[in-house]
């Protein structure tokens, strides 16, 4: 949080009241459920890269993608980076 707050130059609080959800700890989602911080354009990609979260630098790879087997399928149809990735019985 304190390094994507200082790379947007905003404060912590700033950052937390404009773009975590109640929790404190999960971010908002933008428009149409997608992260806030995903922009299209010609090379669309990550507006935070360097300072991203966790979750993000583990996708689509992550303990919990790897778990669900439902949300493993969905990522499969959508992320070319996972497709051959062998399913757990």
Sequence with gaps: CAAIA??????????????????????KDGIGGRCTFLHDGRQAGCSIYAVRPQQCREWPFSP????????????????????DLPTSE
């Design 6 to 27: 200082a790379n947007l130059g905003l404060s912590p609080e700033a950052f937390r009241s404009r773009y975590l959800q109640p929790d404190g700890a999960t971010l």
């Design 64 to 83: 919990r993608v790897l778990a669900d087997r439902d949300l493993l399928a969905l990522v499969r149809r959508t992320c070319p980076g996972i497709v």
